[in-house]
């Protein structure tokens, strides 16, 4: 399995560093561990939802 560190990942998902540290602080990036100072993140992992963003649901109106 090949890792990629928090500053190839987030050229790759397009968010800064600190985010995906902040993101594997918080377990929220599976399978990332940390070795000394380092986050190492498998190349395959997708990108966690971003739980900031309100997504809407559709709402139904009875009459």
């Not at 790759?12 to 995906?20: F, L, P, T, Y």
């Amino acid at each position: 399995m090949d890792y990629l560190t928090t500053l190839e990942m987030s050229e790759k998902w397009g968010i800064s560093a600190r985010r995906i540290a902040l993101l594997c602080e918080q377990d929220r990036i599976d399978g990332a561990i940390k070795k000394g100072k380092t986050w190492l993140i498998p190349e395959a992992v997708k990108k966690p939802a971003d739980k900031r963003k309100n997504v809407k649901k559709e709402e139904t109106y009875y009459v």
